[in-house]
Every structure is written in structure tokens, then in C-alpha cells.
């Protein structure tokens, strides 16, 4: 496996592949990989001949006070785990490379409207951190294939109309969440948890699966579903942020529509985590 720091040796290796016709999927990660993002890895190179993996903590979508400065970065064991299952090429570029002026004066890349909800309306500027950095990634990449995982929904669907809005000539493929045996969903941001915030964290799925058979069991008050739920996190000790059931575009959902997403955010001490779920 290749390890590439700079953009213009990533462009040449890509250059040659492409010469010799080989198709190409790209995989973006923060690093700190886990078996999620393996997972991702290995049905990319369903996609493509070629696989590029991305490992680069993006500054822009981190708000003040997040955890940008604490975000675990763990590039050689990264590494290792890349090249056992086969990855062709890394690419693990310097801030510099990604952003060669002062972060206040460089583009950006914004999608409306469907930033505003959701993670957005609690992290306000953190999808314009996202469109931006894989903007850039899809330009220097240029794959044709790129691979996200359902966890992070709510990117997902922002990534896929900024495809569609600026033409890019790259198909988004969407890779179901992988979770641990008691139903949390694989997150980087899980190794902050201790003991006691571990054993609470799967209350989040546990608190989907209760909404997601509710519905399918008849309930229509989605309003009504949604409450039960925040109450239900909360007096178990999570604080959480939102609980929505949407149309799977993230619109406004009646209680005829289908299929569903139900989506949720929620802190257990300091860790911010996310899940989702379907209604088919």
C-alpha cells in the first residue's frame, strides 16, 4: 500500500492508474479507524479497481469548544489496519496541503436548507466544514466512486446534493451502520466513553428500536413518539439533543409516509453521539 502526504505525488500515482484505465472509489476518514470504517474499505473495492483512503482531521467542521485539538490521531495504526485488508493508497495530507492560506480567508464549499436541521442546528457550521473538505477531496481524488457510512445520515444526504448540485461526475454509495453486539453504533468518538458512559451509550439505539416498532405497530403521533423518547433518555442519564422522525430526504414527515428515518443525538457526559434508524 502506498502512503502519500502531498497533493502533487497523490496526482501523479492517480494519473498513472487512470492511464493503465483502472477505476477508482475513494473512502474519507478522520482516521482513528474502526471496524466501520474496514467495513467501508472492503465494499469499495466492490466499486472499484483501486481504492484510496483519505485520513485527515478537518478543522472547518469543528466548532469552538469541540474536540478538535483532543480527536484521537492514531495514522501508523491506521496505516497497518489499511494495508492488512488491502487498500491501494493512503492519503494522509498536512493542514497546509488541504489548506494552503489562513482558514478565515480560504473557500468554502456550503449546501442550504438541509444543513439548518439536526446536527447543524447544534453545530452550526459543521456541514460547510464537510461539503468543503470533500469538495477538495472529490477535486484532487477525482474517483468514481466515493463510499460514506449511514451513521453519519444526515452528511450523507448533504454530500449526495452536492454532488448533484455542482455536477460532480462522482457516484455516493451509502454503507449500512455497523454496531457492537448491544446495538451502539461504531463511532471514533466512543473511545472517550469510561465504563459507566459505555454501559449507557446503547440506550440510544435501544431508544430507536422502541420508536421504529411503535410505528410499525400503528402509532401516528410522531410528535407524541418523539417526546416518550427524549423523556426516556433523560431519566436514564443522557442529555439528548434531538429525537426526529423524518422522510428519508430529512423533510417533514405525516404519519402515512414511508419509508422513514428516525434520528438522534445525544451527550453522555462529554461525548456526542449519533444514530439512526429505519422505517421501511
Known sequence: MLTIQSIAELRTQLASWRNQGRSLALVPTMGNLHAGHLHLVEQARKHAERVVV???????????????????????????????????????????????????????????????????????????????????????????????????????????????DLNFPVRVESVPIVREADGLALSS????????????????????CKARDAIVGGEKDFVALSRQAMAFLENRGLQPEYFEIRRTDLSGATADDRPLVILAAARIGATRLIDNLSVP
Open 189 to 208: 468518538r466512543n473511545r472517550y466513553l469510561n465504563l459507566q458512559e459505555r454501559a449507557l451509550a446503547p440506550l440510544l439505539y435501544q431508544s430507536l
Open 54 to 164: 483519505s485520513v485527515f482531521v478537518n478543522p472547518l467542521q469543528f466548532g469552538p469548544g469541540e474536540d478538535y485539538d483532543r480527536y484521537p490521531r492514531t495514522l501508523e495504526e491506521d496505516r497497518l489496519q489499511l494495508e492488512a485488508i488491502g487498500a491501494d493508497l493512503l492519503f494522509a495530507p498536512l493542514l497546509t496541503e488541504i489548506y494552503p492560506f489562513p482558514l478565515a480567508e480560504s473557500t468554502y464549499v456550503e449546501v442550504p436548507v438541509i444543513t439548518e436541521i439536526l446536527c447543524g442546528a447544534h453545530r452550526p457550521g459543521h456541514f460547510r466544514g464537510v461539503t468543503t473538505v470533500v469538495a477538495k477531496l472529490f477535486n484532487l481524488v477525482q474517483p468514481d466512486v466515493a463510499l460514506f457510512g449511514e451513521k453519519d445520515y444526515q452528511q450523507l444526504q448533504v454530500i449526495r446534493k452536492m454532488v448533484t
